[in-house]
């Protein structure tokens, strides 16, 4: 046998062996992967960890706006421990990325999966601007229940964590349109008035049993 | 020059003007004073050569009774309601887990709402009568050169409960319009010609949603205000009434609700009428 062939034998072999060493960590990892719960788990990450973060992040209780789980076609308030910037502009950001990312109970949900906030800012005289990716109107269930429920979430989220907001103008892909998905009007602005807190349970623990 | 031309030219020269003229009362004449004519956006589309259109049981507005001539007075009474079976053509709207879709839903309850009230003596006016696109312009059109008219449009939703019903009016109160909305000159904006109505409108929602909780479970008892931009362009009273929803079992469970919403229509109506003449006096 020549020195080479003996070379090559000798790298092929490690080569195996490197490989019977490597594989099996590759397919757990793999495996692992797998069964990682990825939607429910990131959704409600997404809450209660904005992926935006400022250096004037304070935690705070947000009130978020979703669908309500008793009253059909209104949105129930949802407080939710979180950090939001003391920024408007950014704050505004982490209130509808989180509102985006969906409630705790997915049949809340007020917006599509997979929109995307694509700018957020101010006018003089508390003028909101949301330009929203496309997905909003294409994604979202047509009717005039459902777009009105958006738009509601939208508003009442922003106007209960940011008092000096008055108006809100929705775009979507940095356009004005006429409807939000073929019924609600976006083509002027949303009046924002700050939604009454909810009154604080009371009497809802059982009374003891004897 | 006149000498030259025969007679017979004259008179279908004469004839022609004559329908010009008679064409153009018919397009711009019958709608109420200061209102502008609509932007023509887009016009109506082919029908579906897929999908044959359904039988034209209602009457299209040619081939209704003409309304009053042009510039008189508002009649106290209510004669005619336009129904607009919301999208049509290539605008499908809601699409149901089963395969329902809202456009063929809508066309097929109007026309059974359409048969009830012409039974009650009302003349019916439908925005379309088969699978057309027709823009929220051309429909507003349709309806703003009827005289003594409300507007009814009819939605099927794709959230909540299976089987109830709500009724919406334009709240003008939800939203501001942008500066190219405001009126200018002291004439009223065609996108803003709901606002004169919306307390009529407001009215006509109320009794509409009374009628619809005591036949629909899972109804609301009030009706919603909403920022509907079909019925802003509107200058009468108007609502619109969605049917939940595209995700019911089949078609037959949607279309079962069609004669409890065409009764609970007509009463509102009838309810609606004694108001509004009462008003008007």
Redesign the interface.
């Known amino acids: 046998m020549s020195r080479r062939r003996k070379i090559a034998i000798a790298t092929l072999v490690a080569l195996v062996a490197a490989g019977v060493i490597y594989l099996p960590g590759l397919y757990q990892r793999v495996v692992g992967l797998r069964r990682m719960p990825v939607s429910e788990e990131a959704e409600r990450r997404a809450v209660i960890e904005p992926p935006l973060s400022t250096s004037t992040d304070q935690p705070v209780k947000a009130r978020m706006f979703w669908a309500s789980a008793t009253v059909?076609?209104t949105v129930d308030e949802t407080d939710v421990d979180t950090k939001l910037s003391a920024d408007p502009v950014e704050r505004g950001k982490q209130l509808l990325t989180a509102l985006i990312a969906g409630p705790p109970d997915p049949s809340r949900r007020t917006l599509p999966p997979g929109t995307t906030l694509l700018e957020f800012y101010l006018l003089p005289e508390g003028t909101a601007v949301a330009d929203f990716s496309n997905t909003l109107s294409t994604a979202m269930?047509?009717?005039?229940?459902?777009e009105?429920?958006a738009?509601e979430s939208i508003g009442d989220t922003l106007a209960a964590n940011i008092p000096a907001l008055r108006?809100l103008k929705i775009l979507i892909d940095g356009q004005?349109a006429?409807?939000l998905a073929?019924?609600?009007?976006l083509?002027?602005?949303?009046?924002l008035h700050a939604p009454t807190p909810a009154p604080p349970a009371t009497g809802t623990d059982p009374a003891p049993q004897r | 020059m006149l000498r030259t031309v025969p007679k017979a030219a004259r008179f279908a020269t004469f004839l022609a003007l004559a329908v010009a003229l008679a064409a153009f009362a018919k397009t711009g004449g019958g709608q109420s004073p200061g209102v502008p004519s609509p932007p023509q956006t887009q016009s109506a589309q082919p029908q579906n050569p897929l999908k044959p259109p359904p039988p034209a049981t209602s009457q299209t507005p040619t081939q209704q009774p003409a309304p009053p001539p042009p510039g008189q007075a508002p009649r106290r009474t209510i004669q005619t309601v336009v129904l607009d079976p919301a999208h049509g053509g290539t605008d499908e709207g809601a699409h149901g887990s089963t395969g329902i879709v809202e456009k063929d839903v809508t066309l097929a309850l109007a026309q059974v709402v359409a048969a009830r009230l012409r039974r009650d003596g009302l003349r019916v006016v439908m925005t379309r009568t088969g699978d057309q696109t027709v823009s929220f312009d051309d429909r507003a059109a349709t309806a703003n050169a009827q005289v003594s008219a409300i507007f009814l449009s009819l939605h099927v939703g794709s959230s909540g409960q299976v089987g109830s019903a709500s009724a919406y009016y334009y709240d003008f109160s939800q939203i501001a319009p942008s500066g190219s909305q405001a009126a200018a000159h002291g004439l009223l904006s065609w996108e803003l010609a709901q606002q004169p109505w919306q307390s009529y409108s407001r009215r006509l929602a109320q009794l509409l949603q009374a009628e619809l909780s005591a036949r629909f479970r899972g109804s609301p008892d009030l009706p919603s205000g909403a920022a509907i931009y079909q019925l802003r362009e509107l200058n009468e009273p108007a609502v619109a009434v969605e049917i939940e929803n595209v995700n019911a079992p089949n078609a037959d469970a949607l279309q079962s609700l069609a004669a409890p919403l065409a009764i609970s229509i007509s009463r509102a109506i009838q309810s609606f009428r004694t108001v509004y003449a009462a008003e008007m006096r």
């Open positions: 059909a076609g269930p047509s009717g005039i229940q459902s009105q429920l738009v108006r004005e006429k409807t073929g019924h609600i009007d083509t002027g602005y949303f009046m």
